[in-house]
């Protein structure tokens, strides 16, 4: 069994609820899908108990996600258990609420403020305990005012702690020391590492919540060379930024990365799905992987790699070595 982890002052359990996929359809302006196609709503709410059942105690959402959807939901099922859990959720892109269209985005303290407003009545709570900026590679003059304004919320207990959903370690070099910076989140797993992150994150005390931690699904093994994703899923898409999967066809690259790696992934009882997970928490002792999670029975799986723990030294070096 894994320890928990420390958001600042927040205890979360070792991994985390990704609440991306249960936000259902959502749309750029043009229409391209940047959801995960329909979902069950009750299905989403079910999922979302039987981890908490399982030890989950880390939610995480953003108010893009199904345009304020995903939000709703994880504030319906966990409403009883408020005080339980840890709900992050992230803003800085903005959307159309009523046409599920993401519309842009916008780094104004402003939009900060108006984007929390708007994702405390959805969540159904009064303060947020881990509120992160969305916007990856964001670099314009108002981080610093951001900051400040993140600072005063912290003050004030709207949100108890703050972070930057960044793969760029240098910004998150731009608010470490603030006293309510307390988290990363990237997107790392086994085929694809990012050392700069871990490294940041270590030397400067921050949790890192992984986004992408199964590789957009690809590390669950059920997709082949033959697979084909299409209607209102975003992986039918190839923005620069979804490399797992080109136009819905798993990438040869990561497809040729996981079959080299799958046997020591699956062994000693574990399914692949735990033993890419484990491999992030035997990356670094500040690892949170937060996979998305849109059924009961995925929900179990995932919680389950908890019980093994991280992967043993031995089987990260033979990691390692295949994929270097």
Aim: glycine content about 12%; overall charge negative; proline content about 5%.
């Amino acid at each position: 069994m894994i320890e928990p982890r420390l958001i600042g002052d927040l205890v979360s359990s070792p991994m985390g609820f990704g609440g991306w996929a249960i936000g259902g359809p959502f749309f750029s302006p043009g229409g391209d899908p940047y959801g995960w196609g329909e979902v069950d709503d009750d299905e989403s709410i079910a999922a979302i108990r039987a981890a908490f059942d399982a030890g989950v105690t880390l939610f995480d959402t953003a108010n893009v996600y199904g345009t304020g959807h995903s939000e709703r939901i994880i504030g319906k099922a966990l409403h009883s258990k408020r005080d339980q859990v840890v709900l992050a959720t992230k803003w800085g892109n903005t959307m159309v609420e009523d046409t599920r269209v993401l519309d842009g985005n916008d780094g104004s303290v402003e939009n900060m403020l108006r984007s929390l407003e708007g994702s405390l009545h959805r969540l159904g709570t009064e303060y947020v305990d881990l509120f992160q900026f969305h916007l990856n590679d964001y670099a314009g003059p108002e981080v610093d005012d951001l900051q400040a304004a993140l600072e005063d919320l912290v003050a004030a207990g709207t949100i108890r702690a703050y972070g930057w959903s960044t793969d760029f370690p240098d910004r998150v070099e731009r608010w470490a020391g603030g006293s309510g910076f307390k988290a990363i989140q990237a997107e790392i797993n086994v085929l694809a590492d990012n050392p700069g992150t871990w490294e940041v994150a270590e030397r400067n005390g921050l949790a890192c919540l992984i986004r992408g931690p199964l590789a957009m699904g690809l590390l669950s093994g059920k997709y082949t060379a033959d697979s084909k994703i299409g209607g209102d899923d975003v992986r039918a898409l190839s923005p620069e930024w979804l490399r797992y999967f080109n136009d819905g066809v798993p990438t040869p690259e990561f497809l040729s990365r996981l079959d080299a790696v799958r046997e020591i992934l699956a062994a000693g009882g574990r399914s692949l799905v735990q033993g890419a997970i484990a491999w992030l928490w035997g990356r670094s002792a500040t690892a949170i992987p937060i996979p998305g999670i849109r059924t009961v029975a995925q929900a179990k799986e995932n919680a389950a790699a908890m019980e093994f723990g991280p992967l043993p030294a031995a089987q990260m070096a033979d990691i390692a070595r295949l994929l270097t």
